[in-house]
């Protein structure tokens, strides 16, 4: 049988769920895992990286740069910002695949919205990037990393993560759209999903930049998403500080938050929307 057919009898259920709103949905988001993580190998050896950082690397570049434990606390939470737009990019991979050996064709046959094949591949994204995160922080605990989170810290840091993570998938989907190779995709990710993580404060505040550079770090959405994080799990608001130079931690945090919701829904609308329009090319 090949994968063509396998990928088909997965999507068969859908003209029997078309009366609900979240059918469809349900069943292309279970494709989708089923295509991403057909062997607990596939679930596993994503989370090695989180676990690398949190054992591995917060420690050694505590040791190295002779700092209090704060600063592991400070480096484990800076791996968020790499391990969301990683997992969200190498999700488009996907997509690519699915485009050009998969059923792509033939799900935009069915009688569902575009929209819904790019939301069903955003759910699953979302799922394993919130798994990996969730072990990342459940290491760092156990490794003596301390968090200390205010009573609506943890409202402040989901918010953040979930919603940079949309956007970053928001905007794995327009890449995979516009790209006509995976070697292309692939080539284009470092730019998009590394090198902004070295200048939106991951491992040194943004203050500690060239003038130039912090000026532009503060309009990089990542470090609102990463200044939010730490404000949840450490109450850190010197990185909200960093960027808008008030007093009110609550107000700057709010504001950081409004520019990352702005951010996801303008890459998930420019992902659905180029998808829509690039899907049978």
Same mark, same amino acid.
């Given at each position: 049988?090949?994968?063509?057919?396998q990928?088909?009898e997965?999507? +068969?259920p859908?003209? /029997?769920v078309a009366?609900?709103p &979240?059918g469809?949905?349900?069943?292309?988001a279970?494709r989708?895992?089923?295509l991403?993580a057909?062997?607990?190998?596939?679930?596993?050896?994503?989370?090695l990286t989180?676990i690398?950082?949190?054992?591995v690397?917060?420690?050694?570049l505590?040791?190295?740069?002779?700092?209090?434990s704060?600063?592991?606390?400070f480096?484990?939470?800076?791996?968020i910002?790499?391990?969301?737009?990683l997992n969200?990019? &190498?999700?488009g991979?996907?997509?690519?695949?699915?485009?050009e050996n998969?059923?792509?064709?033939?799900?935009l046959s069915?009688?569902i919205?575009?929209?819904?094949?790019?939301? /069903?591949n955003?759910?699953?994204a979302f799922?394993?990037t919130?798994l990996?995160?969730?072990?990342?922080l459940?290491v760092?605990?156990?490794?003596?990393?301390?968090?200390h989170?205010?009573?609506?810290?943890?409202?402040? &840091?989901?918010?953040?993560g979930s919603?940079f993570t949309?956007?970053m998938?928001?905007a794995?989907?327009?890449?995979?759209?516009?790209?006509?190779r995976?070697?292309?995709?692939?080539?284009?990710?470092?730019?998009? /999903?590394i090198?902004?993580w070295?200048?939106?404060g991951s491992? &040194?505040?943004?203050d500690?930049?060239?003038g130039f550079?912090?000026?532009?770090?503060?309009v990089?959405?990542?470090?609102h998403?990463?200044?939010l994080?730490?404000?949840g799990?450490?109450?850190d608001?010197s990185g909200?500080?960093?960027i808008?130079k008030?007093?009110s931690?609550?107000?700057? +945090?709010?504001?950081s938050?409004v520019?990352?919701?702005?951010f996801a829904?303008a890459?998930?609308?420019?992902?659905i929307?180029?998808?829509?329009?690039?899907?049978?090319r």
């Amino acid at each position: 049988m090949s994968a063509t057919t396998q990928e088909l009898e997965l999507v +068969a259920p859908l003209p /029997a769920v078309a009366r609900s709103p &979240f059918g469809p949905l349900a069943t292309l988001a279970r494709r989708r895992f089923q295509l991403s993580a057909r062997t607990p190998r596939e679930l596993v050896v994503p989370l090695l990286t989180p676990i690398l950082f949190a054992l591995v690397i917060a420690p050694a570049l505590k040791q190295a740069l002779h700092t209090s434990s704060a600063y592991e606390a400070f480096v484990a939470t800076g791996t968020i910002g790499l391990l969301i737009p990683l997992n969200t990019m &190498f999700a488009g991979i996907g997509v690519l695949v699915d485009r050009e050996n998969g059923a792509q064709r033939e799900l935009l046959s069915a009688p569902i919205h575009r929209s819904l094949l790019v939301l /069903a591949n955003m759910a699953v994204a979302f799922a394993i990037t919130a798994l990996q995160i969730a072990v990342l922080l459940g290491v760092a605990r156990a490794r003596g990393i301390h968090f200390h989170i205010p009573g609506a810290g943890a409202v402040w &840091f989901l918010f953040a993560g979930s919603l940079f993570t949309i956007a970053m998938y928001g905007a794995a989907e327009t890449l995979a759209a516009r790209v006509p190779r995976t070697e292309e995709y692939i080539g284009r990710v470092p730019a998009i /999903a590394i090198v902004p993580w070295f200048l939106a404060g991951s491992l &040194f505040p943004i203050d500690a930049l060239p003038g130039f550079l912090t000026w532009f770090a503060r309009v990089l959405p990542l470090t609102h998403a990463l200044a939010l994080v730490r404000y949840g799990l450490l109450d850190d608001s010197s990185g909200l500080h960093n960027i808008w130079k008030m007093h009110s931690s609550t107000e700057m +945090a709010a504001l950081s938050l409004v520019v990352v919701t702005l951010f996801a829904g303008a890459l998930v609308a420019a992902g659905i929307r180029t998808f829509s329009r690039t899907a049978v090319r």
